[in-house]
């Protein structure tokens, strides 16, 4: 639409005219729900068939209790930018109002109204200035503003009446996304209640563990996720921290409100700032509209933030404002925003020592740490292995769509592994061995463990299977962590199932590994 009307279709705007703008308009606003591009092409067509240049919609914001740019034909990209920047509060100016009162008022002679701000620069002063509200009463959505391109008021009034028509073909594309977005709001949150029943069936989901320590653990979260109390999450990298925040939040008041997650080390400063406070459109290169950020879609909910540790000393200060005072700026904004969010936070980080050294803020690390919780690493709590080895196993399972098992010989080395890694380590381990597996069985054949992750104190105690060096566990005395069966069958693999090297392991004789043997059940292998 790039076509500028000529002089008489201007000077004459007749009922043809009318209907024919009237029909192209309503095409237009039937064609998207993406209001700021719909708005934008109805006012080119309100340029180009109807003679009103510089048209602009105002929509009210309620969070910002004012009326904001929408939409602006005919000015250039920069007072286009600095458009989206501008409020019109109620009573302020013409549009302020007009809103207010939701009458229609024409200006005959823009330069004689004392009331025009010209926040713009961009009306013609010796042109009149029509001005429209979008609904009436109660539903008053804003404001529709054009200026006729020539001084003749014999059209003034028919103008005006089109306009209003207009305003009205608006409001109802306004009603009909707000409908939309509603339904397709609550389609989603239906589909999150959904999720989280099929994945929650139990109190924690994706949680295993029954070592004193996690009990422990899960008892904390019952008691924390009733309240909307700061969480603190310290464990090392791969012990579960996100789903332990995943079960705080999910089992809280707050389970039907958003859940959003974000990795601090994942963005630096500038970026980590967009994302968690949104920004206004033109705030910086690339910022073509606004755009809300992390707390925002968060409000009401729970907002977890992951490696809160790596944030800088400029930014650890602008996230203690909003913990202290619920409220923030967008980048490149003005207007204060305030929210409700509970903030869950994790980190693998020395803080107290970060506090020492100066690299993080005492002051917001007493606001975070308000309610801590310790994770156990995997190494601290073996005894869980075996069912996390399985648990894992089944989610594998369905992945790759056929059954997968694990042999209690490969739990057996599996717990003679030191773990740095964690749960995430030994499910990356569970992994590499099922994509080996072509039986679906995860056998000691299938694993493979690197051998500078074995656990200190066991150098020694290592054999090499199929080329790979694999630790073994202790066999030796009177060890608790392994019944006589364990080590028995511990031994016969070590020695490669020779009898009488297992019974010099163990310190027995040849006659008492094989009573053992016979009496356990243990099935000997034949290598």
């Known amino acids: 639409m790039t076509n500028l009307m000529n002089n008489d279709s201007v000077q004459h705007f007749g009922a043809e005219q009318q209907l024919n703008a009237l029909h192209k308009i309503s095409v237009i606003l039937s064609l998207s729900l993406n209001m700021e591009e719909t708005l934008q092409q109805m006012l080119c067509c309100l340029h180009e068939l109807a003679g009103m240049q510089f048209g602009m919609v105002t929509l009210y914001n309620d969070d910002r209790q004012g009326l904001l740019v929408q939409a602006l034909h005919g000015a250039n990209p920069e007072v286009i930018r600095d458009a989206s920047r501008i409020k019109y509060r109620a009573n302020e100016g013409i549009l302020g109002s007009v809103q207010a009162k939701g009458e229609t008022q024409v200006i005959v002679k823009l330069s004689k109204d004392p009331r025009f701000l010209d926040r713009l620069s961009l009306y013609d002063y010796d042109l009149p200035l029509i001005c429209v509200p979008i609904g009436k009463n109660e539903s008053r959505a804003g404001v529709l503003v054009a200026q006729p391109m020539n001084s003749d008021l014999s059209e003034l009034a028919v103008k005006t009446r089109f306009l209003e028509m207009v305003a009205n073909l608006i409001l109802q594309t306004l009603h009909l996304s707000d409908t939309v977005q509603k339904e397709k709001q609550e389609l989603q949150n239906s589909n999150e209640i959904l999720q989280r029943t099929v994945k929650n069936p139990q109190c924690f989901p994706a949680m295993v563990g029954d070592t004193a320590v996690m009990r422990e653990i899960f008892e904390t979260v019952r008691q924390v996720a009733k309240w909307d109390t700061t969480v603190l999450i310290r464990g090392e990298s791969g012990t579960g921290k996100e789903l332990i925040a995943g079960a705080i939040a999910y089992n809280s008041p707050r389970s039907d409100c958003p859940f959003i997650k974000l990795n601090c080390a994942a963005l630096p400063d500038n970026l980590l ?255």
Request: glycine content about 8%; some cysteine.
């Open 273 to 527: 700032e967009s994302e968690l406070f949104g920004h206004e459109k033109g705030a910086f290169t690339g910022a073509v509209k606004m755009r809300k950020g992390r707390f925002e879609l968060a409000d009401g909910g729970t907002l977890f933030l992951d490696e809160i540790g790596e944030i800088s000393a400029s930014f650890q200060a602008k996230l203690l404002r909003i913990l202290q005072e619920g409220e923030f700026e967008r980048v490149g904004g003005q207007e204060t925003i305030k929210v409700n969010v509970r903030i869950i936070t994790a980190t693998n980080r020395p803080l107290e020592l970060d506090v020492q050294n100066g690299n993080f803020r005492e002051d917001l690390y007493y606001r975070l740490n308000v309610m801590p919780i310790m994770l156990p690493s995997l190494r601290e709590r073996l005894e869980d292995l075996p069912e996390l080895s399985r648990f894992l196993l089944t989610k594998l399972s369905k992945r790759q769509n056929r059954t997968l098992k694990i042999s209690d010989g490969a739990i057996r080395l599996l717990m003679g592994h030191h773990w740095p890694g964690n749960i995430r380590e030994l499910e990356n381990c569970l992994e590499r061995a099922a994509i080996m597996s072509e039986s679906g069985l995860i056998d000691r054949d299938v694993l493979v463990i690197t051998p500078s992750h074995t656990a200190p104190g066991n150098a020694a105690l290592q054999v090499i299977h199929h080329g790979v060096v694999l630790p073994c566990a202790n066999l030796g005395g009177d060890s608790e962590e392994m019944d006589e069966r364990q080590r028995v069958i511990a031994a016969l693999e070590q020695s490669g199932w020779v009898q009488a090297k297992a019974a010099r392991i163990l310190n027995m004789s040849p006659r008492q590994i094989a009573y053992r043997i016979q009496t356990m059940n243990i099935h000997v292998r034949r290598i």
